[in-house]
């Protein structure tokens, strides 16, 4: 069973970091665009930062110079390093992907979600 699994949330105090990583497990072929999403309390869920196959990468205006995004393709992950965090990060965070599950037929895979929660 193809999948995304999440790990790397909690609770941290204002300005302090978190790792969020991301696996992609199951019998894959290929993996496109990996990203992060969050979604907050009564929100909408909101691109945080995408990072293509060759590192291309991009953010949400409200993390960049916080978060970095990055991948490694032989392990399948994809880990977002939130540093200088706000209260306003509080957020569930989704891993998104496009994978290759049987050799020529792409699908898009969303994660469980992991809470991040920021104390002021």
């Known amino acids: 069973q193809v999948q995304l699994v999440e790990s790397g949330g909690g609770l941290v105090q204002a300005g302090g970091s978190l790792r969020l990583s991301c696996v992609a497990s199951g019998r894959i072929f290929g993996i496109n665009a990996m990203g992060w999403y969050r979604q907050a309390p009564g929100k909408q869920r909101e691109l945080v930062a995408v990072?293509?196959?060759?590192?291309?990468?991009n953010y949400a205006d409200s993390v960049k110079g916080r978060f970095t995004i990055s991948r490694d393709n032989a392990k399948k992950t994809a880990s977002l390093q939130m540093n200088s965090l706000k209260p306003e990060d509080t957020a569930v965070y989704y891993c998104?992907?496009?994978?290759?599950?049987?050799?020529?037929?792409?699908?898009?895979?969303w994660g469980q979600g992991t809470q991040v929660t920021v104390s002021s």
């Open positions: 998104n992907a496009d994978l290759n599950y049987n050799g020529y037929t792409w699908a898009n895979y």
């Open positions: 990072i293509t196959r060759s590192d291309r990468t």
